[in-house]
């Protein structure tokens, strides 16, 4: 069953917007994030990422549905989420991926690094 946390982030800067919703299932935080995760945007979710972590998360989804856009800064984010977990015995899955996106992913071989699903359900089935 979803609990919905309190957390809602929404920044415009110059243009630039990310949103980034949190809620829960069982012991997995999960992440739906909207708009742009790029040099602008990126530490909301550095910052929440750290936070859940630092609080004790240990398995965390990243559902991208609605991201349309994601640059190297957004995809370091995701890398060092992911080794802060793996140090800590987690893991982050990431979901749900556009086209725009996936193609990133596969040029940056990010796909390869992190466990990458087409839906929410399934990652969170594979935990």
Known sequence: MMQCLEFNSHRNLGGNIVEIAVSEAG???VLRFEGKLDTKTF???QTLLTEL???GATKIVVNFEKLVYISSAGL???L?????????SG???VCSLNEVVQEVFEISGFNTILAVTKSEIEALEDF
Request: glycine share 0%.
């Open 27 to 29: 012991e997995v935080k």
């Open 43 to 45: 530490p909301d979710a």
């Open 53 to 55: 972590i630092e609080q």
């Open 76 to 78: 370091r984010v995701l």
């Open 80 to 88: 060092s989420a992911a080794k802060q977990l793996k140090h800590n």
């Open 91 to 93: 893991e982050l899955r």
